[in-house]
């Protein structure tokens, strides 16, 4: 079976990901599969920076918008959808373009890896979920840092399922989620991929754009926005609302807290989880990194000489 061509665009969060992917779908006739694991839920559009219908330009957008809040999304069914997507795009004559900065998601896709989904401990799960609720999200981080470290820095202390999930395999089989997506990396590949990120030299860049954008948010809405999912019955403890910058608000709408203090709260979550993404990244040595803060152009020039002379075309 031939190998799928196949663009993928990395890196950390407001490095301006999604305009290139539009751009690279615009010239080379793709389409673009999100691998972000919030631009999955309705009605979470500003504090995700999901793109509207205007920054699209016309180019089809798959996974995203299409969950509700309160439904819980896995990595195995995320890999299973984005599979089928990209299988259409290609045998429409069109160029997947996948782009997302959550790097569990785009290794487990674009590496083949199974996920055996049966196993799981109800009491182990419910201990973990009461021990949560005792003493947070850290203390399960730091639990699950102790065995499997290379999985605890991607997570976020918000993401209580995804730590108890890890906990979960490894006190069950015995494996890390990290040994079993290393085995799992035996799976045939399937794709023909030119990885391209976005980086900065200077990561006080880096951070200031992560600020202008928490201030762009709340210039928006993000309060309003928060504050319908819950008069909508979204469930605070959900995952989706463990997402940064929702959480932050909820927990300021529920304690009476003033949205500047909440909004310092998640320009310094952000600022966290880009450190982390970066660290995930760089353990790919197939990136073609590229300085995001030069001028968009030749950020999208470089990316098409990138794509020209990858060989997946």
Known sequence: MSLIPLVAVVGPTASGKTKLAIDIALKYGGEVVSADSMQI????????????????????????????????????????DAHAAIQDIHSRGKLPVVAGGTGLYIDSLLNNIKFDETVRDDKLRADLE???????????????????????????????KRIIRAIEVYKTTGKTMTEMRKRSRQSPQI????????????????????????????????????????????????????????????????????????????????????????TWFRRNKQINWIEASEPYEKICQAAFEIIDKSGIL
């Open 41 to 80: 839920y309705k009605g979470m559009d500003i504090g995700t920076a999901k793109p509207d219908k205007a920054e699209m330009r016309g180019v089809p957008h798959h996974l995203i918008d299409f969950l509700d809040v309160g439904t819980d999304y896995s990595v195995a069914q995320f890999v299973k």
């Open 130 to 160: 009461k021990l949560a609720a005792e003493k947070g999200g850290e203390a399960l981080l730091k639990m699950l840092e102790s065995f499997d470290p290379e999985t605890a820095s991607t997570l976020h202390p918000n993401n209580i």
């Open 191 to 278: 794709y023909k991929t030119c990885f391209i990120g976005l980086n900065f030299k200077d990561r006080a860049e880096l951070y200031r754009r992560v600020e202008m954008r928490v201030d762009l948010m709340m210039e928006r809405g993000l309060e309003k926005e928060v504050r319908t999912l819950l008069e909508n019955g979204a469930d605070m403890d959900s995952t989706a609302m463990q997402a940064i910058g929702y959480k932050e608000i909820a927990e300021a709408i529920s304690k009476g807290e003033s949205m500047a203090e909440a909004a310092e709260k998640i320009k310094l979550a952000t600022r966290h989880y880009a450190k982390r993404q970066l």
